[in-house]
Structures are given as C-alpha cells and as structure tokens.
C-alpha cells in the first residue's frame, strides 16, 4: 500500500498570502495524485489531478506540481473561502490511498 | 445537475450487517465507475471499494475485503454496499463517489455521506 504524508499538518496564512501544501508518496505514483478540499459538514470537492491538471470550475489560483514521490499543491493569494482541509490522494496503484490531510487555517 | 444520495445507514451492534444504497441521477450511470469513501468522526478519508461501470473490476481496501460487498444496478442508476460483520472502527460517514469524467480513480462528484455507527 502506498503511503501518502501530507505536510505541514496545519498552515496557518492570512487571506491573500501565498500557501503551499506537500504530500510526499512512499513509493512513486508517477503523475496519478489528486488534491481535494473539504469544508466542514461538505463533501470534498477535487481541484487537481494528474498532479497538475485542474478540474472543472477549479480557479486558477490552485496549481499542482510534483511527480514519482514529491507533490505540491499551491494556492497563489488566498481567498477567504479557500481555508479548510486538503487531501492528496493516489492512483497509481490499488488500493487507492489518501493522505492524512492537511489543515489550512486562518492566522 | 448530477446528484448522489446515499442512504441505509443507522446504529448497528458488532457483528451486525447494513445495506447501504446510493441513488444516483443527472448523468449516465452506467459510464462511469462508482466508489464508496468513508471518513470516521473528526477523521480523514478512507476509500473502500470501487466497482468498474458495468462490473468488469471490482476492488476493495484489505480493511474490508471479505466483510463487505460493492454492487450496482445501471437499470436502476443505484451503487450499494453490503457491510457485514461491522466493527467499531467500521463506524463513519459512508460516500459514493463518481469517477472523474476526466479520469478513473479520482472522484468528481461526492454525496452528503450516511452515518454507520457500530456500537453495542
């Protein structure tokens, strides 16, 4: 089973700061990693998959980078909608993994 | 607009089995892959189970395989999901997912979730 370690497990940022999440895979998963936000009572919602491709209706302020092991995900000038939980997410191979999850918080 | 309602979920003791369904509408069921993801209270997400469109795979995480069954019936545009032998950690939200239009095994579209709770 792969392992996905997402990093730091809180970012504390200020609405229009640049925020910067990573998730780290224990094997390489090649360019099959997903991110997810997820606000409280909702259900997650994918911006990026393929590492860098952004799902329909994603702003562009959400970018992915990364591949084999190493990913980022950046939100370029935060947005005061945009703080809540994110996940990464493999699927490069079964069984399909998530990470712990991350939390983006306002300062 | 694509909805998924999932539903069947309710307190049961250790040991004791659930169907859980997922009502899908908005989109041609029978082209996408389905998949249910829990997440437990307060915790992270888990995926559980992933079914191929019309059945040709079906996969399971190993903290289910052998208690728990993923169908679907494109007829009736519904994905289920038969949980046996249910543990305490078994316990939380229970979601169907839509495979990405773009791309298998990541999911676009979720439902609101039913609550498993297993206790005595």
């Known amino acids: 089973e792969i392992v996905l370690t997402q990093s730091p497990a809180t970012l504390s940022l200020s609405p229009g700061e640049r925020a910067t999440l990573s998730c780290r895979a224990s094997?390489?998963?090649?360019?099959?990693l997903a991110w997810y936000q997820q606000k409280p009572g909702q259900a997650p919602r994918l911006l990026i998959y393929?590492?860098?491709k952004r799902a329909t209706g994603i702003p562009a302020r959400f970018s992915g980078s990364g591949s084999g092991t190493d990913f980022t995900l950046t939100i370029s000038s935060l947005e005061p909608e945009d703080f809540a939980i994110y996940y990464c997410?493999?699927?490069?191979?079964?069984?399909?993994?998530f990470g712990q999850g991350a939390r983006l918080e306002i300062e | 607009e694509v909805q998924l309602v999932e539903s069947g979920g309710g307190l049961v003791k250790p040991g004791g089995s659930l169907r859980l369904s997922c009502a899908a509408s908005?989109?041609?069921?029978?082209?996408?892959?389905m998949n249910w993801v829990r997440q437990a209270p307060g915790k992270g997400l888990e995926w559980v189970a992933s079914?191929?469109?019309?059945?040709?795979?079906?996969y399971y995480a190993d903290s289910v395989k052998g208690r728990f069954t993923i169908s679907r019936d494109n007829a009736k545009n519904s994905l289920f999901l038969e949980i046996n032998s249910l543990r305490a950690e078994d316990t939380a939200v229970y979601s169907c997912?839509?495979?990405?239009?773009?791309?298998?095994?990541?999911?676009?579209?979720w439902g609101q979730g039913t609550l498993v709770t297993v206790s005595s």
């Open positions: 997912a839509r495979d990405s239009r773009n791309s298998y095994a990541y999911f676009d579209y």
């Open positions: 393929d590492a860098s």
């Open positions: 997410q493999q699927r490069n191979n079964w069984p399909i993994t």
């Open positions: 079914i191929a469109s019309y059945s040709t795979y079906i």
């Open positions: 094997q390489s998963v090649n360019s099959y």
């Open positions: 908005g989109f041609t069921f029978s082209g996408y892959n």
